[in-house]
């Protein structure tokens, strides 16, 4: 008798949570989403197509930089790279390095494309790790591409140099929101 009973309580929850999914699934079928619902997804399908591109690209050109601090900005450093005997153990463990270390930048170095290749030249590094850089200490960190950057060196003196993040996903969105602000280019008749 026992089981009749529990057998009976099943049935009525299965035919409850029947009639529930019947109720909804014909709901959803008659409605049909409205067209602002339609292009919002579209513009967020871009939106995240876009930002993987982005992110491939900053991939493709990130670069390892190793150099010494010229100067400190309030968004970043100024770093002379190229200082290619400061990948070695133990400095790599860190990607601060005091200035006390002994390096020297590698002559006749010359950069190549390739994805992580070793960076030469002045950059602009933005989006640090942790820690607390001091004028003349090194860097070694992988940089990520976000454009260019001017600063002004010695009196008025402006420069522009290679602008790098220090974290990927720092540098995608800071490409993203300088793609917004500037104005659509003008289409050629």
Not at 26 to 47: F, G, I, L, Y
Request: charged share 20%; with cysteine; glycine share 8%.
């Amino acid at each position: 008798m026992g089981y009749l009973f529990k057998g009976m309580k099943l049935v009525r929850i299965i035919s409850s949570i029947t009639l529930v999914l019947v109720a909804f699934g014909s709901k959803a079928q008659t409605n049909r989403p409205a067209a602002n619902d339609v292009a919002e997804v579209q513009k967020e399908v871009a939106q995240s197509r876009l930002k993987e591109q982005i992110r491939a690209q900053c991939l493709e050109g990130r670069r390892s930089i190793c150099g010494k601090i010229v100067r400190i900005v309030p968004d970043g450093l100024i770093v002379q790279a190229g200082y290619t005997n400061l990948l070695r153990e133990p400095l790599t463990k860190s990607w601060l390095v005091p200035g006390s270390v002994v390096a020297s930048p590698a002559s006749n170095l010359v950069e190549s494309k390739e994805p992580g290749a070793i960076c030469v030249g002045t950059v602009y590094l933005t989006d640090l790790p942790r820690g607390k850089p001091h004028l003349y200490d090194y860097v070694i960190l992988a940089g990520y591409p976000t454009g260019e950057a001017s600063y002004t060196a010695a009196g008025s003196l402006k420069k522009t140099a290679r602008r790098f993040s220090g974290n990927l996903d720092k540098a995608v969105n800071t490409i993203l929101s300088a793609e917004h602000a500037q104005p659509p280019a003008k289409k050629e008749k």
